[in-house]
């Protein structure tokens, strides 16, 4: 498996919609779970959303449910994050997180590093009038 690398952030006003995507190269990223955390300015990382490889489990933190969608472009070899009704609180540096192993059925929001062993750059997202 190889570093994932993050796209698609930016700067957005509050109630606009921002699309993340995540992509390896190499290795087919549907055989893997993907986590997406957050880190905001003098806050510890979060976790935000995950799938299961094959997509069959997904999980979103309290804050995003309802306005974060994640999802998989299998044709692209891309996990996406789709965020709308963006709020100020939703600015962080944001990554993504490849699983150690293939075809596990489940994903978790914890910053398990032994499980997600493969990490991004992180792109930034900024929420502001």
Do not use: H
């Not at 957050?38 to 979060?46: D, S, W």
Request: glycine letters at 12%; a positive charge; one cysteine or more.
């Amino acid at each position: 498996q190889s570093q994932p690398v993050e796209s698609g952030g930016g700067l957005v006003q509050p109630g606009g919609s921002l699309t993340l995507s995540c992509k390896t190269s190499g290795s087919n990223l549907r055989r893997y779970a993907v986590g997406w955390f957050r880190q905001a300015p003098g806050k510890e990382r979060e976790g935000v959303s995950c799938l299961s490889a094959g997509a069959t489990v997904t999980m979103y933190a309290d804050s995003v449910k309802g306005r974060f969608t994640v999802s998989r472009d299998n044709a692209r070899n891309t996990v996406s994050l789709q965020m709308n009704g963006l709020k100020p609180g939703d600015t962080a540096l944001y990554y993504c997180a490849v699983d150690r192993t293939p075809f596990s059925p489940t994903c978790t929001l914890i910053e398990d590093n032994e499980r997600y062993t493969y990490w991004g750059q992180g792109t930034q997202v900024t929420v502001s009038s």
